[in-house]
């Protein structure tokens, strides 16, 4: 045959051990009884330490999220106490402004005041220089 030329094995013969290409099947058994029982009772060992520490992380989880949601409510009712405290401060500012603005306005007024005494000033001033020089100029004829 062509096969056992080519150096492959004929259907029927046995598999000679000095090839090192060439596989053997072992036929799968079953484990016995006892050790399915052991390595079933392992399995949910595992498993149910497995779930445990998953279950644990998401508690832990949770317990993370709480206290930070504490945290957080504690803090807005800081700002909220900034803010309560600022508002009434801007309230007191707001009064003080408001009984301050009359003598604001009155501040205002005399200040319009002294700027018209002081143009008065300044014309009473350039009147005077005219005036003298008009005299020293009689006075030398």
Not at 21 to 33: G, I, M, Q, S
Not at 37 to 58: H, I, P, Q
Not at 80 to 86: L, P
Not at 109 to 128: H, M, N, P, R, T
């Amino acid at each position: 045959m062509a096969t056992a030329a080519e150096g492959l094995p004929e259907a029927g013969a046995q598999p000679t051990k000095q090839d090192p290409a060439v596989e053997t099947a072992e036929e799968a058994k079953e484990p016995a009884e006892a050790d399915i029982n052991e390595l079933c009772k392992d399995m949910f060992n595992k498993m149910a330490t497995y779930l445990t520490g998953e279950l644990t992380a998401t508690s832990e989880d949770y317990k993370l999220l709480e206290n930070m949601n504490k945290l957080t409510s504690l803090k807005y009712l800081e700002m909220k106490d900034i803010a309560i405290n600022i508002s009434r401060n801007l309230k007191d500012l707001n009064q003080k402004y408001a009984a301050l603005q009359p003598y604001l306005e009155q501040i205002n007024l005399i200040e319009e005041q002294v700027a018209a005494l002081e143009q008065a000033a300044y014309k009473l001033d350039a009147y005077s220089k005219k005036l003298e020089a008009k005299y020293k100029k009689l006075e030398k004829r």
